[in-house]
């Protein structure tokens, strides 16, 4: 049972368009998204955070958005850049705004083109 | 100030061998988390460590184990290794238990031949 859903494997756009990477949950006692970027042959780096009780977290270049009634989150990357290529992975937490027990979705590997 | 730092970085070891990996969280941060991530899946929390005790298992077997010591590094050990035990394996630690965002390491990658 996958609770945490990212059903584009890939996504590519041009530099300087907008990026919209998607993420579907299940779990209802989810509390906080968060969404991390992964390099090849690195970690997972933290990127931004939405508590349940907001619809709209900026910073930056970076937006997420939350829909709870259709449980339903994206990240929004304007403008994009080459250095964005990386793979996004949505994760949701149930531990009252800790990271405890982080469920991840599959990832989206996503490409931006000069 | 240091990073999330895990030990080795790539490993390969035979069905039923035993295997430990470590972990170097980040400076001052007291709770470590492991996580598995399978070829093409995301990571999957496997327990979490705070202050030298576990805070928390998610769906792994007891063959899974871990310790973190005084100085907040951490070990993953398994043992009667699977096929299904090759992965990547990451840690990641966080300031506090009640931190929203975990740091990770650049992860152990472990075959099991």
Known sequence: DQQVKQNSPSLSVQEGRISILNCDYTNS????????????AEGPTFLISISSIKDKNEDGRFTVFLNKSAKHLSLHIVP??????????????????SNYKLTFGKGTLLTVNP | ??????????????????????????????????????????????????????NGRGNFPPRFSGLQFPNY??????????????????????LKAASIEAFFGQGTRLTVV
């Open chain 2, 1 to 54: 100030e240091t990073g999330v730092t895990q030990s080795p970085t790539h490993l390969i070891k035979t069905r039923g061998q035993q295997v430990t990996l470590r972990c170097s969280s980040q400076s001052g941060h007291n709770t470590v988390s492991w996580y598995q991530q399978a070829l093409g899946q995301g990571p999957q929390f496997i327990f979490q460590y705070y202050r030298e005790e576990e």
């Open chain 2, 73 to 94: 590094s951490s070990e993953l050990n398994v043992n009667a290794l699977e096929l299904d035990d090759s992965a990547l394996y990451l840690c990641a630690s966080s």
């Open chain 1, 80 to 97: 994009s850049q080459p250095g964005d290529s990386a793979v996004y992975f949505c994760a949701a937490s149930a531990g009252g705004g």
């Open chain 1, 29 to 40: 006692m989810f509390d906080y998204f968060l969404w991390y970027k992964k390099y090849p």
